[in-house]
T-cell receptor
Framework: GAGVSQSPSNKVTEKGKDVELRCDPI?????LYWYRQSLGQGLEFLIY????????KSGLPSDRFSAERTGGSVSTLTIQRTQQEDSAVYLC????????????FGQGTRLTVV | TQLLEQSPQFLSIQEGENLTVYCNSS?????LQWYRQEPGEGPVLLVT?????EVKKLKRLTFQFGDARKDSSLHITAAQPGDTGLYLC???????????FGAGTTVTVRA
């Protein structure tokens, strides 16, 4: 595709439910990032995938959060047993490779836990 | 702890004025990037600086990377309402592949 695509754009869920957020990176990009952004704040790193290497999961806030990347392309971020503090915009980015390359962001998924 | 410290957190100025945003750290970086984010959108890259002391200009925006590669600044000359947005610095450590972001500076330019 032309850019990074995220779906859904908005998600409202009840506390305790599980949610899945999807990211389609730019074709050919080997690096993929997930970030979380609270209102008016900077980006909190969650997880990083690079090619076939083991992902860097050091930013995941709890074991309720997990992510996978199938076939080196599409990625899914799963939040189990959602809590109100999980409400935020979840941003996905991809880059051609690691290093001094530009990260291209999707428009994000706004998650609201009620 | 925040790897990258940005200041100020908020900046509101009149059209035509100049502004400077700072990004500081105690760590040395192989490169540093500046992004701008508008409401409802993802951040968009403005510039990448890689050499200590480097200065890059993008129209009315001037970016500087500190000699020790620990800090950077963004200067906007004669700001316009279209410059309004959240400005974020981002960097990778020398042994770290993940891209870490500062908390951002929210810039508002009033017409």
């Amino acid at each position: 595709g032309a850019g990074v695509s995220q779906s859904p754009s908005n998600k409202v869920t009840e506390k305790g439910k599980d949610v899945e957020l999807r990211c389609d990176p730019i074709s050919g990009h080997t690096a993929l990032y997930w970030y979380r952004q609270s209102l008016g704040q900077g980006l909190e790193f969650l997880i990083y995938f690079q090619g076939n290497s083991a992902p860097d999961k050091s930013g995941l806030p709890s074991d309720r959060f997990s992510a996978e990347r199938t076939g080196g392309s599409v990625s899914t971020l799963t939040i189990q047993r959602t809590q109100q503090e999980d409400s935020a915009v979840y941003l996905c980015a991809s880059s051609l490779r690691w290093g001094n390359t530009e990260a291209f962001f999707g428009q994000g998924t706004r998650l609201t836990v009620v | 702890t925040q790897l990258l410290e940005q200041s100020p957190q908020f900046l509101s100025i009149q059209e035509g004025e100049n502004l400077t945003v700072y990004c500081n750290s105690s760590s040395v970086f192989s490169s540093l990037q500046w992004y701008r984010q508008e409401p409802g959108e993802g951040p968009v890259l403005l510039v990448t600086v890689v050499t200590g002391g480097e200065v890059k200009k993008l129209k009315r925006l001037t970016f500087q990377f500190g000699d020790a590669r620990k800090d950077s600044s963004l200067h906007i000359t004669a700001a316009q309402p279209g410059d309004t947005g959240l400005y974020l610095c981002a960097a990778r450590g020398s042994n770290d592949y993940k891209l870490s972001f500062g908390a951002g500076t929210t810039v508002t330019v009033r017409a």
